[in-house]
């Protein structure tokens, strides 16, 4: 059996008591002297196989509009290229409850059309997010960082003017929480919480995004955006830590798995997309590139999401029946065979500040689980004469299309379950989820930060990201109670009970946990393949001459 990765884990920067964290100095790329830099500095990235769904940061939700996303606007808080926390926007913070947050920023950063970032930039965009009206995907994620009145305020029942963010000047930002967090400072570096220039947003409405509307307080300026074909970024001179970025250029290209390989080996990409190596492609490119393919761990879970809510799926006996009888061993080793990690559960098991161990059922043989499975489905009124038949919905890439054929393989092998495959692109299949136009989804999570609650959270009843509809009281006052402890070691165990609960449930079905796997050019200097989320800003990046 595969033994899962350890990570390397980073510190969440946990324990704020009573302290305030000071700026260091490793920002931007770390040029060693004995390296001879290109002459010209442009970088070409691999961002996908499809088109992204806009540059919002309250309207999109997936990985590859974070990676574009994360180079034009900055955080308070960001991480270096290991994952650790770093200061931002922010120069340093302080708290002597964990409940009341004060924020520095910097006097130097400034908007790219040159007005300066303060900390009313910050109280319009949090608002902005919670606001009914704005339907965010992650608005539950302020949520979920217990914002005060971020919940009342989500549900239509208190005015944004009531979140707890107050600017108590230009340049001091106060963050109240309804109750104590002590792990605040891990959870903002995602774009839910960056600022937002109002007076952009006011002017230009929805087109705000368009390039020459774009206003960013990143180190990258928004310049060429052609739907389909490419992004493009360039170097913003007005970045307060524009003296050390090196890249002046970079251009983030939508392309399916085989054709962005194609592309990279003809010399036009010079990193691929994190995880998205073809299948048929990866024992080639390990045999003739190995100093090129990277491989590393990746804070991420490949599931299937069952729409709980469904008339059929609501079955409990139906949902057990369907995970017992998937066997995750065949489509790690034989459908994939890259080395990911059959899963027994949500939360990877590498991830900071929780010890998860298999389920009982992960430890069975798969005869075991098949006997059992089609035992359940007899119960619920399926048979060989009358085999339950569901729809499995899954976005366009050829990875996700071979795991489809796959299980509808397995499952009509091990249970006699018939099962109906619909492809949809990105935009469309992400519509289709939040509408609960599904009974099964292929999914998958990446960690926003690295604590179990940024997969756990997830799974609460009313957060935006529920598309799994996955409705227990007796789940969200885990989590409820989990949040309102700061002892981590207590914590921990009650992590343990909720995934257990998740599990009993059988909310979701655990495919594999990812790996990061991407090929890069030996021209491309700073890259370190070990951060946990592979939250990679072109700033920490250079160009190595040939």
């Not at 059922?361 to 005869?367: D, G, L, P, R, S």
């Not at 489809?404 to 109906?420: F, P, T, Y």
């Not at 495959?421 to 930060?449: M, P």
């Not at 756990?456 to 009281?473: C, E, G, I, Q, R």
Request: charged share 20%.
């Amino acid at each position: 059996m595969t033994k899962p990765f350890k990570l390397n884990k980073s510190k969440l920067l946990m324990s704020m008591v009573l302290s305030s964290f000071i700026g260091v100095s490793s920002h931007a790329a770390n040029v060693p002297e004995n390296v001879k830099l290109a002459k010209v500095q442009e970088l070409v990235r691999g961002n996908g196989g499809d088109e992204i769904q806009g540059l919002d940061p309250h309207k999109v939700e997936g990985v590859p509009e974070h990676q574009v996303i994360n180079n034009l606007i900055e955080t308070l808080v960001i991480t270096d290229p290991n994952g650790n926390l770093i200061p931002g926007n922010a120069t340093h913070w302080e708290t002597t409850d964990n409940m009341t947050w004060t924020f520095h920023l910097r006097p130097e950063a400034k908007w790219s059309n040159g007005d300066p970032v303060t900390a009313h930039d910050y109280v319009f965009a949090w608002r902005r997010i919670v606001t009914p009206e704005t339907a965010s995907p992650y608005a539950s994620y302020l949520e979920y960082a217990h914002i005060l009145n971020a919940a009342e305020i989500i549900a239509g029942n208190a005015k944004p003017d009531t979140l707890g963010i107050k600017a108590i000047d230009d340049l001091t930002l106060q963050v109240t929480l309804s109750t104590p967090l002590s792990y605040l400072p891990a959870m903002l570096p995602h774009y839910a919480l960056a600022p937002l220039h109002q007076k952009t947003i006011e002017q230009h409405g929805d087109a705000w995004t368009k390039p020459g509307n774009f206003v960013g307080n990143a180190a990258y300026n928004l310049s060429e955006w052609v739907t389909n074909e490419k992004i493009v970024l360039t170097r913003n001179p007005l970045y307060w830590d524009n003296d050390k970025t090196v890249i002046e250029k970079v251009t983030f290209i939508p392309a399916q798995p085989n054709s962005e390989i194609q592309r990279y080996r003809a010399g036009e990409i010079d990193m691929t997309y994190g995880g998205g190596i073809p299948i048929e492609l990866f024992a080639k490119l390990k045999k003739e590139l190995p100093d090129e393919l990277k491989i590393g761990p990746l804070l991420c879970s490949y599931y299937l999401e069952i729409n709980n809510q469904d008339e059929v799926m609501k079955n409990p006996l139906v949902r057990e029946a369907l995970k017992l009888g998937t066997d995750q061993k065949i489509i790690t080793d034989k459908v994939l065979a890259k080395g990911q990690i059959p899963a027994w559960g949500f939360t990877p098991p590498s991830i900071n500040g929780v010890d998860l161990e298999p389920h009982a059922w992960y430890n069975e043989t798969q005869e075991e689980r098949n006997e059992r499975a089609i035992k359940l489905l007899e119960q619920a009124g399926y048979t060989k004469d009358n085999p339950l038949k569901v729809q499995f919905l899954y976005n366009t890439s050829d990875i996700h299309q071979k795991v489809a054929v796959a299980l509808r393989q397995i499952w009509k092998k091990n249970i006699g379950v018939d099962v109906e495959l619909v492809n949809q692109e990105w935009k469309t299949f992400l519509d289709s989820r939040h509408n609960g136009n599904h009974q099964i989804a292929r999914s998958g999570w990446c960690a926003d930060y690295n604590e179990a609650t940024s997969f756990l959270n997830t799974m609460v009843s009313n957060s935006s990201n529920n598309t799994a509809f996955y409705k227990s009281d007796e789940f969200d006052a885990l989590i409820k109670s989990a949040v309102n402890n700061s002892n981590e070691s207590e914590r921990n165990k009650i992590y343990q009970e909720a995934e257990k609960l998740l599990d009993k449930d059988s909310a979701i079905i655990p495919i594999y946990y990812y790996i990061n796997d991407r090929m890069i050019k030996p021209h491309v200097g700073g890259y370190t393949n070990s951060h946990p989320t592979d939250s990679i800003f072109v700033k920490d990046l250079y160009i190595i001459d040939k």
